[in-house]
């Protein structure tokens, strides 16, 4: 019992660990970056409006844990684990590597060249998609999918031409792009028109956040993710137009931004989440145990109209065919005997065709003698078999028809296979009644082969026990057969 309120936390663990992976490799490319800044010959190089690069690298990484962790379903959501993935790690991956690129070790070219063009996957990303898909992954409207098309192109064209312009890097002017190729102006011109599609997208994201705000329901959470966004996003740009001689304030003003704004989006897309999930798994819950409660009373209401049926057969259409078949027999002397005979002789057959119906329907000695009496006199009839058959059966209190019927087939069926099929010498039940119905059939006889499939009355004591919304076992150790089942205790 004391385990269970650790079970939810262990989950979370076990969901959330893997994944932290992601948040890990950030950390340790910007611990790499700034070691860079503090030994390196030439730093320090994270300075200014690049020192968001740190807190939002990892930021964005924790985010995106976050929400693989919680293994979404949603496009929307998946769509930005994808983005925040991206854009996290490609950002942790530019700052040590434009460190790495101008210092005096191994790969300085590849470095160089890495840092040329994978910062383009990092903040870009964020302002040509992510401003437009924040804070659930969709556009507001399908008018707003030629803006994701701009972001697109802006961030492929910064993409293509950091890493294929031929000639020297931007970066290390004293190093030539070592897998460039075609015409250099041709480049230059793709990556000069990949700033302003890339702004102009930007700029119809944000129109695209002031109409999620005029929308969002004023009572609502979104007003106010969208303002921490916007907060968080303008601190970033006064930060990249401050002048160069403004070091402490751009730096500031980039860590605060790097820092508010994964932490923004982070209660945005992951705690929003979580709790839409949580109303979801809480709503299944409800559905499930009202269609619980619904099965069982059905099975109920099916077991009290068997009764009555089967009442009604035996005690008004049984009597009036056994009168019927006294009737023709009295007449045989004045008549075709032989006709006479035949005729009584189909309403005995038909008496005893109701008699086997009404059997069917539901056992009469539960009516005649209750549930105790009955099943144990139900049991005693199995010991002319040869086994001993034990019954240890306590009283179920105010428990419905359905439960009693169910308890008290699942006990003969199984007591029944121990009697005929399994060469047992000793068959224990026992019943009782506590938070629900317990009952247990142990034989000591040869067991169940591995190999063996279910046969129709263990199918049929499992659909019992599951259609009262409880459930059965049956084990075998091959030298006895342990049948086991739990039911609900619901009232009549």
């Given amino acids: ?42 730093g320090p190089y994270v ?33 930005l684990g994808a983005l925040y993935t991206v854009a996290g790690l490609a950002s942790a991956v530019a700052l040590p590597a434009y460190g790495w690129s101008h210092e005096h070790l191994a790969g300085t070219t590849g470095m160089a060249w890495l840092s040329n063009w994978v910062w383009a996957l990092g903040p870009p990303l964020l302002m040509g998609l992510g401003i437009l898909l924040y804070p659930d992954g969709n556009l507001p409207g399908r008018r707003w999918r030629p803006a994701a098309v701009l972001g697109v192109v802006g961030i492929t064209g910064l993409v293509l031409s950091g890493a294929f312009t031929p000639g020297p890097l931007d970066n290390l002017p004293s190093v030539d792009n070592p897998v460039g190729f075609g015409p250099k102006g041709l480049w230059h011109g793709i990556a000069g028109a990949s700033f302003p599609v890339l702004m102009l997208a930007t700029v119809i994201g944000v129109a695209s956040l002031v109409t999620r705000f005029v929308r969002a329901p004023r009572d ?78 059905l099975v109920s209401e099916r077991e009290d109209e068997r009764a009555i049926l089967r009442r009604e057969l035996h005690d008004g259409l049984g009597p009036s065919l056994a009168a019927i078949g006294l009737g023709l ?124 499939r279910p046969g129709v009355g263990s199918t049929a004591m499992r659909a019992r026990a599951e259609e009262l919304g409880g459930r059965l076992s049956v084990t075998s150790n091959g030298h006895g057969t342990t049948v086991e089942a739990w039911l609900p205790a619901e009232s009549r």
């Fill in 1 to 42: 019992m004391t385990s269970q309120p650790d079970a939810p936390r262990a989950a979370t663990v076990a969901t959330w660990w893997p994944w932290l992976a992601l948040p890990a490799v950030a950390a340790s490319l910007v611990t790499l970056a700034l070691s860079f800044d503090l030994t390196g010959e030439r």
């Fill in 47 to 79: 300075t200014g409006e690049s020192w968001f690069l740190v807190p939002a690298s990892i930021g964005f990484t924790i985010v995106a844990a976050g929400i693989w962790s919680t293994r979404p379903h949603p496009r929307g959501i998946v769509r």
């Fill in 220 to 297: 609502g959470d979104v007003r106010g993710q969208i303002g921490g966004f916007v907060l968080a996003a303008v601190l970033l740009v006064i930060a990249a137009v401050l002048p160069s001689g403004a070091g402490t304030s751009a730096t500031l003003l980039a860590v605060t931004a790097g820092t508010a704004l994964p932490a923004t989006v982070g209660y945005a897309v992951l705690h929003q989440r979580l709790i839409d999930q949580r109303d979801e798994v809480v709503g299944l819950r409800r559905r499930v145990s009202s269609l619980s409660v619904s099965r069982r009373e």
């Fill in 329 to 452: 027999r009295q007449l045989e002397n004045a008549h075709d005997r032989a006709a006479v005979h035949a005729l009584a002789d189909e309403v005995q057959r038909a008496v005893g065709e109701v008699r086997r119906i009404s059997a069917g329907l539901g056992p009469a000695v539960l009516d005649e003698l209750g549930f105790d009496t009955a099943l144990r006199e139900s049991l005693a009839t199995l010991d002319r078999f040869g086994p001993v058959v034990r019954a240890d059966i306590g009283p179920l209190a105010q428990v419905s028809r359905a439960t009693e019927v169910a308890v008290l087939r699942i006990v003969m069926e199984a007591a029944t296979n121990a009697v005929r099929h399994a060469d047992a010498t000793t068959v224990d039940v026992c019943v009782r009644q506590e938070d629900g119905i317990s009952l247990r059939v142990v034989d000591d006889g040869r067991g169940v082969a591995d190999d063996a």
